[in-house]
Protein backbone atom coordinates (compact mmCIF):
# COMPACT_ATOMS: atom_id res chain seq x y z
CA UNK A 1 0.00 0.00 0.00
CA UNK A 2 2.67 2.29 -0.92
CA UNK A 3 1.71 6.32 -1.08
CA UNK A 4 3.40 7.48 -3.63
CA UNK A 5 3.35 6.05 -7.63
CA UNK A 6 3.28 8.63 -10.17
CA UNK A 7 1.63 8.11 -13.36
CA UNK A 8 -0.85 9.60 -15.62
CA UNK A 9 -1.74 13.22 -14.14
CA UNK A 10 -5.71 14.58 -14.25
CA UNK A 11 -7.96 17.42 -12.80
CA UNK A 12 -8.44 17.14 -9.09
CA UNK A 13 -12.11 16.23 -8.20
CA UNK A 14 -13.43 17.00 -4.72
CA UNK A 15 -13.79 14.36 -2.33
CA UNK A 16 -17.01 13.66 -0.84
CA UNK A 17 -17.41 11.60 2.18
CA UNK A 18 -19.57 11.99 5.55
CA UNK A 19 -17.57 12.95 9.03
CA UNK A 20 -17.97 9.59 10.89
CA UNK A 21 -19.35 9.68 13.79
CA UNK A 22 -18.55 6.39 15.05
CA UNK A 23 -14.76 5.72 16.14
CA UNK A 24 -11.99 5.76 13.92
CA UNK A 25 -9.91 2.94 12.51
CA UNK A 26 -6.68 4.18 13.56
CA UNK A 27 -6.22 5.90 17.04
CA UNK A 28 -4.84 8.84 15.81
CA UNK A 29 -7.26 9.10 12.64
CA UNK A 30 -8.42 12.85 12.37
CA UNK A 31 -12.28 12.85 12.01
CA UNK A 32 -12.77 16.17 10.29
CA UNK A 33 -12.99 17.09 7.08
CA UNK A 34 -9.81 16.83 5.02
CA UNK A 35 -11.07 18.85 2.45
CA UNK A 36 -11.06 21.89 5.06
CA UNK A 37 -7.51 21.45 6.44
CA UNK A 38 -5.38 20.83 2.93
CA UNK A 39 -5.78 22.34 -0.85
CA UNK A 40 -5.66 19.29 -3.28
CA UNK A 41 -3.37 20.48 -6.38
CA UNK A 42 -2.97 17.79 -8.87
CA UNK A 43 -3.87 13.74 -9.08
CA UNK A 44 -0.04 12.63 -9.13
CA UNK A 45 -0.73 8.55 -9.32
CA UNK A 46 -3.00 5.63 -8.66
CA UNK A 47 -3.25 2.38 -6.57
CA UNK A 48 -5.17 -0.97 -5.89
CA UNK A 49 -6.56 0.83 -3.11
CA UNK A 50 -6.83 4.50 -4.28
CA UNK A 51 -5.62 7.79 -5.48
CA UNK A 52 -2.30 9.69 -4.59
CA UNK A 53 -2.98 13.53 -4.84
CA UNK A 54 -0.44 16.46 -4.00
CA UNK A 55 -1.33 19.05 -1.57
CA UNK A 56 -0.71 22.44 0.46
CA UNK A 57 -2.20 22.81 3.59
CA UNK A 58 -4.62 25.44 4.07
CA UNK A 59 -3.69 29.21 6.19
CA UNK A 60 -6.95 30.45 6.83
CA UNK A 61 -4.77 33.35 8.46
CA UNK A 62 -2.56 33.63 5.91
CA UNK A 63 -3.82 33.33 2.35
CA UNK A 64 -0.91 34.70 0.79
CA UNK A 65 1.60 32.27 1.93
CA UNK A 66 4.42 32.46 -0.55
CA UNK A 67 6.01 28.96 -0.29
CA UNK A 68 3.80 26.51 1.17
CA UNK A 69 5.26 22.82 2.24
CA UNK A 70 3.39 20.24 -0.12
CA UNK A 71 2.69 16.70 0.91
CA UNK A 72 1.23 13.45 -0.95
CA UNK A 73 -2.29 12.37 0.67
CA UNK A 74 -3.34 9.02 -0.72
CA UNK A 75 -7.10 8.66 -0.18
CA UNK A 76 -7.66 4.87 -0.12
CA UNK A 77 -11.52 3.81 -0.61
CA UNK A 78 -12.89 2.25 2.43
CA UNK A 79 -15.02 0.08 0.16
CA UNK A 80 -11.96 -1.47 -1.82
CA UNK A 81 -9.68 -1.78 1.07
CA UNK A 82 -12.37 -3.58 3.49
CA UNK A 83 -10.97 -7.09 3.06
CA UNK A 84 -7.51 -5.71 3.38
CA UNK A 85 -7.83 -3.63 6.57
CA UNK A 86 -5.18 -5.87 8.40
CA UNK A 87 -2.73 -4.58 6.29
CA UNK A 88 -3.93 -1.42 6.25
CA UNK A 89 -3.55 -0.52 9.65
CA UNK A 90 -0.55 -2.72 10.05
CA UNK A 91 1.25 -0.37 7.75
CA UNK A 92 0.20 2.61 9.75
CA UNK A 93 1.10 1.31 12.73
CA UNK A 94 4.91 0.60 11.58
CA UNK A 95 5.11 4.04 10.24
CA UNK A 96 4.08 5.74 13.10
CA UNK A 97 7.29 3.44 14.53
CA UNK A 98 10.05 3.90 12.68
CA UNK A 99 11.98 7.30 12.22
CA UNK A 100 14.83 7.13 9.38
CA UNK A 101 15.87 9.52 6.43
CA UNK A 102 14.89 6.75 3.86
CA UNK A 103 11.87 5.78 5.14
CA UNK A 104 9.03 7.51 4.03
CA UNK A 105 7.20 10.20 6.91
CA UNK A 106 3.55 9.49 7.78
CA UNK A 107 2.28 12.89 9.00
CA UNK A 108 -1.45 12.67 9.61
CA UNK A 109 -4.38 10.57 8.95
CA UNK A 110 -7.77 11.43 8.33
CA UNK A 111 -10.76 9.53 8.05
CA UNK A 112 -14.43 9.94 6.66
CA UNK A 113 -17.32 7.42 5.84
CA UNK A 114 -15.90 6.78 2.39
CA UNK A 115 -12.26 7.30 2.87
CA UNK A 116 -9.07 7.08 4.92
CA UNK A 117 -6.56 9.81 4.28
CA UNK A 118 -2.61 9.40 4.59
CA UNK A 119 -1.04 12.60 4.24
CA UNK A 120 2.95 11.69 4.06
CA UNK A 121 5.90 12.75 2.79
CA UNK A 122 5.71 14.19 -0.93
CA UNK A 123 7.93 11.63 -3.18
CA UNK A 124 7.77 12.97 -7.37
CA UNK A 125 10.70 11.51 -8.74
CA UNK A 126 9.54 8.03 -9.60
CA UNK A 127 10.62 5.15 -8.46
CA UNK A 128 13.77 3.21 -8.73
CA UNK A 129 12.34 0.66 -11.10
CA UNK A 130 11.29 3.39 -13.54
CA UNK A 131 14.55 5.27 -12.90
CA UNK A 132 16.50 2.00 -14.22
CA UNK A 133 14.42 1.42 -17.59
CA UNK A 134 14.85 5.42 -18.15
CA UNK A 135 18.83 4.84 -17.74
CA UNK A 136 18.80 1.72 -19.04
CA UNK A 137 22.58 1.10 -17.24
CA UNK A 138 23.85 2.46 -13.63
CA UNK A 139 27.24 2.69 -13.17
CA UNK A 140 28.42 0.79 -10.13
CA UNK A 141 29.34 3.95 -7.91
CA UNK A 142 25.63 4.93 -8.33
CA UNK A 143 24.83 1.58 -7.43
CA UNK A 144 26.08 1.50 -4.34
CA UNK A 145 25.14 4.44 -3.10
CA UNK A 146 21.40 3.96 -3.92
CA UNK A 147 22.20 0.06 -1.84
CA UNK A 148 23.54 1.80 0.85
CA UNK A 149 20.58 3.92 1.54
CA UNK A 150 18.83 1.26 1.29
CA UNK A 151 20.56 -1.04 3.49
CA UNK A 152 20.55 1.81 6.25
CA UNK A 153 17.08 1.74 6.40
CA UNK A 154 16.53 -1.97 6.46
CA UNK A 155 18.67 -1.99 9.19
CA UNK A 156 17.18 0.29 10.51
CA UNK A 157 13.71 -1.51 10.71
CA UNK A 158 15.53 -5.12 11.62
CA UNK A 159 16.98 -3.17 14.56
CA UNK A 160 13.73 -2.17 15.28
CA UNK A 161 12.64 -5.70 14.59
CA UNK A 162 10.46 -4.98 11.75
CA UNK A 163 10.76 -7.35 8.39
CA UNK A 164 9.53 -5.76 5.12
CA UNK A 165 8.91 -8.59 3.05
CA UNK A 166 8.16 -6.83 -0.11
CA UNK A 167 11.39 -5.07 -0.96
CA UNK A 168 12.09 -4.20 -4.72
CA UNK A 169 12.82 -1.06 -6.86
CA UNK A 170 9.09 -0.17 -7.42
CA UNK A 171 8.58 -0.06 -3.59
CA UNK A 172 11.96 2.68 -3.48
CA UNK A 173 10.88 6.25 -4.11
CA UNK A 174 12.78 9.77 -5.38
CA UNK A 175 11.63 12.67 -3.52
CA UNK A 176 12.08 15.05 -6.54
CA UNK A 177 14.46 14.65 -9.85
CA UNK A 178 16.96 16.88 -8.38
CA UNK A 179 20.96 15.75 -8.16
CA UNK A 180 20.64 15.87 -4.53
CA UNK A 181 17.53 13.90 -4.45
CA UNK A 182 17.00 11.54 -1.32
CA UNK A 183 15.45 7.97 -1.50
CA UNK A 184 12.48 6.43 0.54
CA UNK A 185 11.23 3.26 1.03
CA UNK A 186 7.69 3.00 1.00
CA UNK A 187 4.95 0.18 1.08
CA UNK A 188 4.89 -1.57 4.57
CA UNK A 189 1.44 -3.56 4.02
CA UNK A 190 3.15 -6.79 3.71
CA UNK A 191 6.08 -5.39 6.79
CA UNK A 192 6.01 -7.54 10.28
CA UNK A 193 7.15 -7.55 13.39
CA UNK A 194 8.83 -10.61 14.77
CA UNK A 195 10.27 -11.63 17.86
CA UNK A 196 11.86 -15.10 18.26
CA UNK A 197 9.48 -17.07 16.35
CA UNK A 198 9.17 -18.05 12.49
CA UNK A 199 7.03 -16.20 10.31
CA UNK A 200 4.79 -18.53 7.91
CA UNK A 201 2.93 -16.72 5.22
CA UNK A 202 3.87 -16.60 1.49
CA UNK A 203 3.85 -13.36 0.82
CA UNK A 204 6.00 -10.61 -1.41
CA UNK A 205 6.69 -10.32 -5.36
CA UNK A 206 7.70 -13.54 -6.62
CA UNK A 207 11.34 -12.41 -8.35
CA UNK A 208 12.31 -11.35 -4.86
CA UNK A 209 11.24 -14.14 -2.80
CA UNK A 210 13.66 -15.78 -0.96
CA UNK A 211 13.89 -20.22 -0.83
CA UNK A 212 12.74 -19.61 2.81
CA UNK A 213 9.72 -17.78 1.85
CA UNK A 214 8.73 -20.43 -0.59
CA UNK A 215 9.34 -23.33 2.03
CA UNK A 216 6.97 -20.99 4.42
CA UNK A 217 9.39 -20.74 7.62
CA UNK A 218 11.04 -17.21 7.86
CA UNK A 219 11.94 -14.24 9.11
CA UNK A 220 14.37 -11.16 7.98
CA UNK A 221 16.93 -12.35 6.20
CA UNK A 222 14.21 -12.46 3.60
CA UNK A 223 14.68 -9.19 3.11
CA UNK A 224 18.56 -9.92 2.55
CA UNK A 225 17.83 -11.84 -0.13
CA UNK A 226 15.52 -9.27 -1.85
CA UNK A 227 18.01 -6.83 -1.70
CA UNK A 228 20.25 -9.07 -3.41
CA UNK A 229 17.63 -9.69 -6.16
CA UNK A 230 17.87 -5.87 -6.14
CA UNK A 231 21.27 -5.35 -6.20
CA UNK A 232 22.01 -7.64 -8.98
CA UNK A 233 19.24 -6.02 -10.99
CA UNK A 234 20.63 -2.61 -11.00
CA UNK A 235 23.99 -3.71 -11.63
CA UNK A 236 22.81 -6.07 -14.89
CA UNK A 237 19.61 -4.30 -15.26
CA UNK A 238 18.23 -7.99 -15.64
CA UNK A 239 16.64 -10.42 -12.79
CA UNK A 240 18.62 -13.59 -11.52
CA UNK A 241 15.87 -15.65 -11.35
CA UNK A 242 14.31 -16.48 -14.62
CA UNK A 243 11.29 -19.09 -15.40
CA UNK A 244 8.69 -19.44 -17.97
CA UNK A 245 6.37 -20.45 -15.70
CA UNK A 246 5.37 -19.16 -12.01
CA UNK A 247 6.66 -23.02 -10.93
CA UNK A 248 10.12 -23.04 -12.85
CA UNK A 249 10.89 -19.41 -11.34
CA UNK A 250 10.61 -20.88 -8.00
CA UNK A 251 12.64 -23.72 -8.84
CA UNK A 252 14.91 -21.56 -9.76
CA UNK A 253 14.91 -19.42 -6.89
CA UNK A 254 15.16 -22.75 -4.54
CA UNK A 255 17.91 -23.97 -6.38
CA UNK A 256 19.83 -20.43 -6.25
CA UNK A 257 20.21 -21.08 -10.21
CA UNK A 258 21.72 -17.92 -11.03
CA UNK A 259 24.99 -16.67 -12.82
CA UNK A 260 27.36 -14.06 -13.89
CA UNK A 261 27.96 -14.77 -17.30
CA UNK A 262 26.60 -12.25 -19.06
CA UNK A 263 28.88 -9.68 -20.86
CA UNK A 264 27.70 -6.70 -18.13
CA UNK A 265 29.42 -8.21 -15.52
CA UNK A 266 32.82 -8.49 -16.97
CA UNK A 267 33.05 -4.70 -15.88
CA UNK A 268 31.87 -5.21 -12.74
CA UNK A 269 34.01 -5.51 -9.05
CA UNK A 270 34.24 -8.46 -7.67
CA UNK A 271 33.51 -6.99 -4.43
CA UNK A 272 30.31 -6.96 -5.88
CA UNK A 273 29.61 -10.26 -6.75
CA UNK A 274 30.97 -11.38 -3.61
CA UNK A 275 28.30 -9.67 -1.79
CA UNK A 276 25.73 -11.01 -4.00
CA UNK A 277 26.89 -14.54 -3.50
CA UNK A 278 26.96 -13.98 0.23
CA UNK A 279 22.80 -12.83 0.27
CA UNK A 280 21.93 -15.60 -1.91
CA UNK A 281 23.19 -18.14 0.83
CA UNK A 282 20.41 -20.22 0.28
CA UNK A 283 20.93 -21.19 3.85
CA UNK A 284 19.30 -17.91 6.23
CA UNK A 285 21.32 -18.68 9.04
CA UNK A 286 24.93 -18.64 6.70
CA UNK A 287 23.50 -15.65 5.00
CA UNK A 288 25.08 -12.21 5.58
CA UNK A 289 22.86 -9.63 7.87
CA UNK A 290 22.38 -6.51 6.71
CA UNK A 291 24.74 -4.95 9.28
CA UNK A 292 27.36 -7.07 8.43
CA UNK A 293 26.78 -6.07 4.57
CA UNK A 294 26.91 -2.79 5.49
CA UNK A 295 30.65 -3.45 6.67
CA UNK A 296 31.41 -5.68 3.54
CA UNK A 297 34.48 -4.18 1.12
CA UNK A 298 32.36 -3.30 -1.79
CA UNK A 299 30.92 -0.30 0.17
CA UNK A 300 34.36 1.23 0.55
CA UNK A 301 33.71 2.95 -3.02
CA UNK A 302 30.96 4.95 -1.42
CA UNK A 303 32.67 5.62 2.19
CA UNK A 304 35.94 6.66 0.21
CA UNK A 305 34.33 9.78 -0.67
CA UNK A 306 34.80 13.11 1.28
CA UNK A 307 32.64 12.71 4.65
CA UNK A 308 31.23 15.44 6.66
CA UNK A 309 33.00 16.60 9.44
CA UNK A 310 31.54 16.59 12.87
CA UNK A 311 32.25 19.94 14.72
CA UNK A 312 32.16 20.67 18.44
CA UNK A 313 29.38 22.86 17.67
CA UNK A 314 27.28 19.90 17.49
CA UNK A 315 28.45 18.40 20.63
CA UNK A 316 27.63 21.92 22.48
CA UNK A 317 23.80 22.11 21.12
CA UNK A 318 23.53 18.34 22.15
CA UNK A 319 25.09 19.40 25.80
CA UNK A 320 22.54 22.48 25.93
CA UNK A 321 19.58 20.57 25.38
CA UNK A 322 17.10 20.42 28.50
CA UNK A 323 13.99 18.08 29.59
CA UNK A 324 11.55 20.63 28.41
CA UNK A 325 7.77 19.51 28.71
CA UNK A 326 5.81 16.88 26.44
CA UNK A 327 4.37 20.19 24.71
CA UNK A 328 7.80 21.79 23.72
CA UNK A 329 8.96 18.59 22.74
CA UNK A 330 5.80 17.75 20.38
CA UNK A 331 6.33 21.14 19.11
CA UNK A 332 9.98 20.74 18.47
CA UNK A 333 8.43 17.80 16.22
CA UNK A 334 6.32 19.47 14.30
CA UNK A 335 9.48 22.07 13.79
CA UNK A 336 11.69 19.85 12.41
CA UNK A 337 8.90 18.74 10.09
CA UNK A 338 8.58 21.73 9.14
CA UNK A 339 12.13 22.47 7.81
CA UNK A 340 13.52 22.99 4.50
CA UNK A 341 15.79 19.85 3.49
CA UNK A 342 18.63 22.36 2.50
CA UNK A 343 17.83 23.59 6.55
CA UNK A 344 18.92 20.21 8.15
CA UNK A 345 20.89 18.14 4.92
CA UNK A 346 24.07 18.71 6.64
CA UNK A 347 22.87 17.66 10.05
CA UNK A 348 21.24 14.37 8.06
CA UNK A 349 24.92 13.52 6.69
CA UNK A 350 26.44 14.14 9.75
CA UNK A 351 23.76 11.72 11.63
CA UNK A 352 24.83 9.33 8.57
CA UNK A 353 28.40 9.52 9.87
CA UNK A 354 27.74 9.04 13.65
CA UNK A 355 25.45 6.24 13.02
CA UNK A 356 28.52 3.90 12.21
CA UNK A 357 26.26 0.63 12.82
CA UNK A 358 23.88 2.33 10.24
CA UNK A 359 21.14 1.67 12.65
CA UNK A 360 19.06 4.46 12.80
CA UNK A 361 20.09 5.67 16.37
CA UNK A 362 23.39 7.04 18.19
CA UNK A 363 24.26 6.33 21.26
CA UNK A 364 26.68 8.86 23.33
CA UNK A 365 29.66 6.41 22.57
CA UNK A 366 28.89 6.89 19.07
CA UNK A 367 29.31 10.43 19.22
CA UNK A 368 32.75 10.06 21.23
CA UNK A 369 34.00 7.83 18.48
CA UNK A 370 32.95 9.73 15.72
CA UNK A 371 34.59 13.22 17.38
CA UNK A 372 37.56 10.99 17.92
CA UNK A 373 37.95 10.37 14.65
CA UNK A 374 37.69 14.00 13.52
CA UNK A 375 40.48 15.11 16.02
CA UNK A 376 38.34 16.36 19.21
CA UNK A 377 39.04 13.81 22.23
CA UNK A 378 36.22 14.11 25.35
CA UNK A 379 37.08 14.64 28.58
CA UNK A 380 35.50 12.08 30.92
CA UNK A 381 33.32 14.27 32.64
CA UNK A 382 32.16 15.62 29.41
CA UNK A 383 31.32 12.02 28.20
CA UNK A 384 29.32 11.38 31.66
CA UNK A 385 27.21 14.22 30.61
CA UNK A 386 26.94 13.65 26.92
CA UNK A 387 25.71 9.91 28.25
CA UNK A 388 23.22 11.48 30.79
CA UNK A 389 21.64 14.10 28.21
CA UNK A 390 21.30 11.34 25.67
CA UNK A 391 19.57 9.00 28.52
CA UNK A 392 17.43 12.09 29.41
CA UNK A 393 16.19 12.74 26.02
CA UNK A 394 16.03 9.38 24.55
CA UNK A 395 16.52 6.45 27.28
CA UNK A 396 20.65 5.84 26.05
CA UNK A 397 20.07 6.33 22.32
CA UNK A 398 18.74 9.37 19.67
CA UNK A 399 16.30 8.23 16.45
CA UNK A 400 16.99 10.60 13.75
CA UNK A 401 14.38 13.52 14.59
CA UNK A 402 15.19 13.28 18.30
CA UNK A 403 19.05 13.72 17.15
CA UNK A 404 17.50 17.09 14.92
CA UNK A 405 15.76 18.38 17.61
CA UNK A 406 19.07 18.22 19.97
CA UNK A 407 21.69 19.19 17.24
CA UNK A 408 19.68 22.19 15.68
CA UNK A 409 21.30 25.25 16.47
CA UNK A 410 17.63 27.83 17.68
CA UNK A 411 19.41 30.52 16.67
CA UNK A 412 19.06 29.57 13.32
CA UNK A 413 16.30 27.71 12.75
CA UNK A 414 13.51 30.12 15.20
CA UNK A 415 12.28 31.90 12.70
CA UNK A 416 8.62 33.58 12.38
CA UNK A 417 7.79 31.77 9.40
CA UNK A 418 8.63 28.62 10.74
CA UNK A 419 7.16 29.05 14.52
CA UNK A 420 3.81 30.20 12.71
CA UNK A 421 4.13 26.89 10.64
CA UNK A 422 4.30 24.72 14.23
CA UNK A 423 1.18 27.10 15.71
CA UNK A 424 -0.98 26.03 12.98
CA UNK A 425 -0.74 22.51 13.38
CA UNK A 426 -1.57 22.95 16.89
CA UNK A 427 -4.42 25.24 16.04
CA UNK A 428 -6.95 22.70 14.40
CA UNK A 429 -9.75 25.04 14.01
CA UNK A 430 -7.42 27.65 12.70
CA UNK A 431 -9.29 30.31 15.00
CA UNK A 432 -6.09 32.12 15.99
CA UNK A 433 -5.55 30.14 19.42
CA UNK A 434 -4.52 26.72 20.99
CA UNK A 435 -7.26 24.96 23.06
CA UNK A 436 -7.01 21.72 25.01
CA UNK A 437 -8.75 19.43 22.79
CA UNK A 438 -6.10 20.76 20.21
CA UNK A 439 -3.82 20.20 22.32
CA UNK A 440 -4.47 16.70 22.94
CA UNK A 441 -5.16 15.64 19.41
CA UNK A 442 -1.76 17.42 18.73
CA UNK A 443 0.12 15.16 21.41
CA UNK A 444 -1.53 11.96 20.46
CA UNK A 445 -0.89 12.78 16.70
CA UNK A 446 2.73 13.19 17.40
CA UNK A 447 2.87 10.02 19.16
CA UNK A 448 3.11 10.74 22.01
CA UNK A 449 0.51 8.73 23.96
CA UNK A 450 0.43 9.97 27.89
CA UNK A 451 -1.55 9.47 30.67
CA UNK A 452 -4.38 11.71 32.08
CA UNK A 453 -2.25 12.69 35.19
CA UNK A 454 0.29 13.58 32.35
CA UNK A 455 -1.95 15.40 30.50
CA UNK A 456 -3.01 17.05 33.18
CA UNK A 457 0.35 17.85 34.35
CA UNK A 458 0.26 19.86 31.21
CA UNK A 459 -2.62 22.29 31.47
CA UNK A 460 -1.07 23.04 34.98
CA UNK A 461 1.99 23.99 33.45
CA UNK A 462 1.23 26.49 31.27
CA UNK A 463 -1.86 27.56 33.24
CA UNK A 464 -4.15 25.99 30.70
CA UNK A 465 -6.58 24.85 33.56
CA UNK A 466 -7.91 28.77 33.69
CA UNK A 467 -7.44 30.48 30.06
CA UNK A 468 -8.41 27.37 28.53
CA UNK A 469 -6.33 28.55 25.24
CA UNK A 470 -2.79 29.41 24.21
CA UNK A 471 -2.38 32.77 21.79
CA UNK A 472 0.51 32.69 19.40
CA UNK A 473 2.81 34.81 21.46
CA UNK A 474 2.26 32.26 24.86
CA UNK A 475 2.80 29.37 22.59
CA UNK A 476 6.07 30.96 21.72
CA UNK A 477 7.47 31.69 25.47
CA UNK A 478 6.52 27.72 25.78
CA UNK A 479 9.29 27.00 22.42
CA UNK A 480 11.45 29.39 24.75
CA UNK A 481 12.04 31.63 21.83
CA UNK A 482 12.84 34.60 24.05
CA UNK A 483 14.76 32.52 26.86
CA UNK A 484 17.09 30.21 24.46
CA UNK A 485 17.02 32.66 21.00
CA UNK A 486 17.43 36.24 22.50
CA UNK A 487 18.95 36.04 25.59
CA UNK A 488 22.42 35.16 23.29
CA UNK A 489 24.34 38.61 21.67
CA UNK A 490 22.47 40.52 19.29
CA UNK A 491 20.15 37.73 18.63
CA UNK A 492 16.35 37.89 17.60
CA UNK A 493 14.14 36.38 15.80
CA UNK A 494 14.07 36.00 12.19
CA UNK A 495 11.65 38.55 10.55
CA UNK A 496 8.88 37.06 8.98
CA UNK A 497 7.81 37.91 5.37
CA UNK A 498 5.21 41.00 4.87
CA UNK A 499 2.21 38.35 4.87
CA UNK A 500 2.62 36.47 7.79
CA UNK A 501 4.05 39.89 10.00
CA UNK A 502 -0.02 40.83 8.45
CA UNK A 503 -1.29 37.74 10.07
CA UNK A 504 -0.03 37.90 13.51
CA UNK A 505 -0.85 41.60 13.76
CA UNK A 506 -4.38 40.74 13.13
CA UNK A 507 -4.13 37.55 15.84
CA UNK A 508 -2.65 40.45 18.16
CA UNK A 509 -5.32 43.03 17.58
CA UNK A 510 -7.91 39.84 17.79
CA UNK A 511 -6.61 39.14 21.04
CA UNK A 512 -6.85 43.10 22.15
CA UNK A 513 -10.49 42.70 21.27
CA UNK A 514 -11.19 39.65 23.23
CA UNK A 515 -9.86 40.74 26.29
CA UNK A 516 -11.47 44.12 26.05
CA UNK A 517 -14.43 42.88 25.54
CA UNK A 518 -14.24 40.48 28.15
CA UNK A 519 -13.45 43.40 30.43
CA UNK A 520 -15.77 45.11 29.27
CA UNK A 521 -18.06 42.14 30.45
CA UNK A 522 -16.69 42.26 33.77
CA UNK A 523 -17.54 45.77 34.09
CA UNK A 524 -20.93 45.39 33.59
CA UNK A 525 -21.45 42.46 35.84
CA UNK A 526 -20.43 44.56 38.43
CA UNK A 527 -22.79 47.34 37.23
CA UNK A 528 -25.93 45.25 37.79
CA UNK A 529 -24.80 43.50 40.90
CA UNK A 530 -24.14 46.91 42.43
CA UNK A 531 -27.12 48.83 40.69
CA UNK A 532 -29.80 49.64 43.66
CA UNK A 533 -32.93 49.04 41.34
CA UNK A 534 -35.09 52.62 40.87
CA UNK A 535 -38.14 51.28 43.32
CA UNK A 536 -35.75 50.56 45.71
CA UNK A 537 -33.94 54.34 45.49
CA UNK A 538 -37.69 55.64 46.09
CA UNK A 539 -38.62 53.73 48.60
CA UNK A 540 -35.54 55.11 50.66
Not at 173 to 202: H, N, P
Not at 482 to 497: D, K
Amino acid sequence: MGVCAPRERELVKPLKGKLLPQSSITKTSRLDSITEQYDFIRVIGYGQFGTVREATKIDRLNTETSNPKHYAIKSISKSRVRDHLELLQNELSILQLVDHPNIIKLYEIYEDSLYIHLVTELCIGGDLYEYLLEKESLNELEVAKIMMKIFTAVNHLHTMRICHRDIKPENVMFTDKSEDRELKLIDFGLSSKYRDELLESIVGTPYYLAPEVLKGSYSKECDVWSLGVMMYLLLSGKHPFKGSSMKNLFRHIYNCQYNFSEPTWSKISNQAKNLIQRMFTKNPNNRITISEALRHDWFTIVKSNAEPKISLEIFSSIKRNKAKSKLWQVAMKVLVRNLSSEQIDDLKNIFFEIDERKTGFVTAHDIEVCMNKNGYELAREEFIELTSKIEEIGRGRLNYTQFLIAALDRKKIFEEEILWEVFRVFDHDGNGFINLTDLKFALEKAGCYISDNEYQDIIEEFQLKYCQKLDYEEFKNIMGCFSEVQTAENSTLQSPNPTTRRTIRKLSNRKLTTRRASVIEAVKRVRRATDVPRAVKDSI
